[in-house]
Antibody, heavy 115, light 112 residues
């Protein structure tokens, strides 16, 4: 069955970096894009961008270009989200989701940024 | 970007009674391929969203038939025929016709 399994919660200080993984299984990895979605505590869902897994081409939504970097490793069918120069306002749950119709989701990764 | 507006934002319901959530877009969601890419998601507290409905009215596998989606163009509706306790949480609509970006509604909190 299709599964997206994300890495565990992270606690980071402002200015640090964090990398979140989204390991997929149960389907052909390069057949579907992977999206990243942010949810600030108590708020709604915000699309951050996507990664075309066949070409390795990322697309970033407005406001997520620069400090946010998508990457992938097809050998382990895993997509990554790296956030550099962390700010306290980056505290959120980050989800990966498959395809532009978001049919399967990871369980989410809580990133807490605090001094 | 397409703006998705849901109403109501809070929906108190009684077990066994119907419930309905509205979602409006500021652009038609009919794609040039003829499909309308409007989905509905349910998010329980502490969980990731789960897709219930895609392309306006197609139910995902395992979704109870008390959930139904309808609409066209710019106005869409999610209906629950008889609310059960497990239906609590937040419901989001999302469009992926005008892609990128995908845009979500603000969410509707269903409370019993």
């Amino acid at each position: 069955q299709v599964q997206l399994v994300q890495s565990g919660s992270e606690l980071k200080k402002p200015g640090a970096s964090v990398r979140i993984s989204c390991e997929t299984s149960g389907y052909d990895f390069t057949d579907y894009t992977i999206n990243w979605v942010r949810q600030v505590p108590g708020q709604g869902l915000e699309w951050m961008g996507w990664m075309k897994t066949d070409t390795g081409t990322p697309t970033y939504a407005q406001g997520f270009a620069g400090r946010f970097v998508f990457s992938l490793d097809t050998s382990v069918t895993t997509t990554y989200l790296q956030i550099n120069s962390l700010k306290t306002e980056d505290t959120a749950v980050y989800f990966c989701a498959r395809d532009d119709e978001f049919d399967y989701w990871g369980q989410g990764t809580l990133v807490t940024v605090s001094s | 970007d397409v703006v998705m507006t849901q109403s109501p934002l809070s929906l108190p319901v009684t077990l066994g009674q119907p419930a309905s959530v509205s979602c409006r877009s500021d652009h038609s969601l009919v794609h040039s391929d003829g499909n309308t890419y409007l989905s509905w998601f349910h998010q329980r507290p502490g969980h990731s969203p789960r897709r219930l409905i895609y392309r306006v009215s197609d139910r995902d596998s395992g979704v109870p038939d008390r959930f139904s989606g309808s609409g066209s163009g710019t106005h869409f509706t999610l209906k629950i025929s008889r609310v059960e306790a497990e239906d609590v949480g937040v419901y989001y609509c999302m469009q992926s016709t005008h892609w990128p970006p995908g845009t979500f509604g603000q969410g509707t909190r269903l409370e019993i």
